[in-house]
């Protein structure tokens, strides 16, 4: 047990220094019990986006007032990501994870049994709830179970396990509605929520580093939550007309708020927003890179299926196979990236990466109308292979630039990163439809070029930096 004093007489970072993860054959209990509960809370980002027709109709609602159903979801995770990953690093990664599952879980229930949309929306934000909770720590259990010479490894199967997530959401929605109603779509996540908590108690590891003498802090948890929350409630009332007035104040409402929590942050030694771990270069150039590159990931997914209907003629189910080509190369790229960063430094590993997935996005938004399914399938695939060959690398260098008794926050960063680019992203496009028409799809790929380019960039400025433990 090795105990190591951080200046301040008040709090203590104690615990076992030397740590370095789980061995054979619990490291494989382990990680089913972590990458079951990621599933679970990214499938059901998208599970349901298929279903809103039927649920919209089922309720007697409009259409309009069903998307509430995802954004209610979103819109909780972004607001407490932060706040919960604070929290591991209090009560522990474990405790915070198990305690999402159950939240998460019971969530479920309440939305399988909704008989109108203000109580599925409810269950929605109590299901978002658990989400946050299960994506807070996740990748920083992931680096407290793999061992450091293979985190990258595991850093790369977790992204893995989002991509499969992403690719099934759609397809297992379709294949539960053709059998049966809507609420089946929650209620298959009761038996695996059970399944999941039970390998989460018995096989995942405590914190080894934990901080004696620190304080949750609700004040900041709330600031959090209303600066993240204004920030989604902004970029969605723009994306869906809202008045401008109303729009403006929001804003005029966040920048208040926000430098309100910003400037209480600045002073704390371990601060919710983790100003001291953005003061390492390589981390904040990292999270710099993700945003940029999710930004441009979220541009292409909601543009390119705008522009496979609308120049190519193809229907809801051939867009639908095809758009599956991106993610689904991820699935293979992923852990060859993650198994690649022991022997080639993650900031290459990432610009090469971004550079491809910029020359997918550029090839497609000069496409020739005339291009046959091969055409359109490589692009996407190329978009797929290069954000594949990025993302592990990324997600590792990020992780392993925070101090041990910081993992949680670097983990809540990571996601907030992801979940602020892609929200940035879809609201790009609602704008560029607004300002170009039929041409938005184009241009918005053209953006993502230039903005992978831009993280391409990023990726390999780290290679002035020092790699965290050498």
């Not at 978002?128 to 920083?140: C, E, F, H, Q, R």
């Not at 929520?193 to 590891?205: K, V």
């Not at 920030?231 to 109303?246: K, N, R, T, W």
Request: net charge positive.
């Amino acid at each position: 047990m090795n105990t190591a004093n951080i200046g301040d007489d008040a709090q203590q970072v104690v615990g076992d220094l030397d740590w370095d993860g789980l061995h054979r054959p619990r490291i494989y209990y382990a990680m089913a019990a972590t990458f079951c509960g990621l599933f679970l809370s990214v499938i059901d980002g998208t599970i349901c986006n298929v279903a809103l027709p039927a649920i919209a109709d089922q309720l007697d609602v409009p259409s309009s007032d069903s998307i509430w159903v995802v954004n209610a979801f979103q819109l909780v995770i972004m607001m407490l990501l932060l706040p919960f990953s604070s929290l591991g690093e209090l009560w522990g990664y474990k405790q915070v994870y198990m305690r999402g599952i159950v939240v998460f879980t019971i969530g479920s229930l309440f939305c399988a049994l909704s008989g109108s949309l203000p109580m599925l929306v409810i269950s929605r934000v109590v299901q978002g709830l658990g989400a946050a909770m299960i994506m807070s720590v996740n990748t920083s259990i992931v680096k407290l179970i793999y061992p450091r010479r293979r985190l990258g490894e595991g850093v790369g199967l977790n992204a893995t396990v989002v991509a499969i997530a992403s690719v099934t959401g759609p397809s297992l929605s379709a294949a539960i509605l053709a059998i049966a109603p809507w609420p089946w779509l929650f209620a298959i996540n009761i038996p695996l929520g059970i399944a999941t908590f039970y390998m989460a108690r018995r096989y995942l590891p405590n914190n080894p580093v934990r901080i004696v003498g620190r304080r949750f802090n609700w004040r900041d948890a709330s600031l959090n939550a209303a600066t993240f929350g204004l920030f989604i409630g902004c970029v969605e009332a723009y994306s869906h007309d809202v008045s401008p007035q109303l729009v403006l104040a929001g804003v005029i409402l966040l920048l208040f708020i926000g430098f309100i929590y910003v400037r209480s942050q600045l002073g704390r030694r371990y601060p919710m927003l983790p100003f001291d771990l953005l003061k390492i270069p390589i981390f904040t150039t990292s999270v710099a890179t993700s945003i940029l590159s999710f930004t441009a990931q979220m541009l292409g997914m909601v543009a390119m299926p705008f522009l496979l209907v609308n120049t190519f003629g193809y229907d809801a189910v051939g867009t639908g196979l095809l758009m599956t080509s991106w993610p689904l190369v991820i699935v293979f790229v992923a852990p060859m990236a993650g198994w690649l960063i022991n022997k080639v430094h993650p900031g290459i590993l990432g610009g090469i990466g971004l550079t491809i997935m910029s020359i997918g996005c550029f090839s497609l938004s000069f496409v020739s109308p005339d291009e046959g399914h091969f055409g359109l399938v490589w692009r996407l695939m190329l978009c797929g292979a290069g954000f594949g060959m990025f993302q592990s690398p990324n997600n590792h260098l990020l992780l392993s630039s925070a101090p041990p008794q910081r993992t949680g926050s670097a983990s809540g960063m990571l996601a907030t990163a992801r979940l602020t680019g892609q929200t940035t992203g879809a609201a790009l496009v609602a704008l560029m439809f607004h300002l170009f028409g039929d041409m938005a799809p184009h241009d918005a790929m053209l953006l993502a070029g230039c903005l992978t380019l831009c993280g391409a960039i990023c990726s390999l400025t780290r290679l002035k930096e020092h790699m965290p433990g050498k």
